[in-house]
C-alpha cells in the first residue's frame, strides 16, 4: 500500500513556474514508475510526464516536454514536476500514480488526490 500526497499548486499568472512535488507515505517509490497526470474540468483524464524507476527514462504527453520536467528523489520518496511558462490550458487538478511499468495510460496501482493549479491570463 502506498500513499501519495502532492503539494505545490496554486494560482498563478500565465509564463510563471511552479514545482509540485508528490511525497509517498505508508510505503516507498523504489522500484516503481511514477507518472503525472491532470484532469481539466469535464475531461478525461490527461497524461502529462512519467519517469521510470530508475529515472534513467522519461515521457511526456503532447508539447509538455519543452515546458515540463519530471525527477525523482528515491531518498526523499518523493517524485517532481517542474513546469516553465505556464499556459492558461495547463490549468486543471495534477494527479501523481505509481506503479511497476512506466506508461501513458492509466494502468497504476496508486493515486494521490491532487493538487489545483490554476492560471490566469
Known amino acids: 500500500q502506498v500513499q501519495l500526497v502532492e503539494s505545490g499548486g496554486g494560482l498563478v499568472q500565465a509564463g510563471d513556474s511552479l514545482r509540485l512535488s508528490c511525497a509517498a507515505s505508508l510505503g516507498t517509490f523504489r522500484g516503481s514508475a511514477i507518472a503525472w497526470f491532470r484532469q481539466k474540468q469535464e475531461k478525461d483524464r490527461e497524461f502529462v510526464a512519467g519517469i521510470s524507476h530508475s529515472g534513467g527514462f522519461t515521457i511526456y504527453g503532447r508539447s509538455l516536454e519543452d515546458r515540463f520536467t519530471i525527477s525523482r528523489d528515491d531518498a526523499e520518496n518523493t517524485a517532481y514536476l517542474q513546469m516553465d511558462s505556464l499556459k492558461a490550458e495547463d490549468t486543471g487538478v495534477y494527479i501523481c500514480?505509481?506503479?511497476?511499468?512506466?506508461?501513458?495510460?492509466?494502468?497504476?496501482?496508486?493515486w494521490g488526490q491532487g493538487t489545483q493549479v490554476t492560471v490566469v491570463v
Open positions: 500514480a505509481t506503479g511497476p511499468n512506466l506508461d501513458y495510460g492509466t494502468a497504476y496501482d496508486y
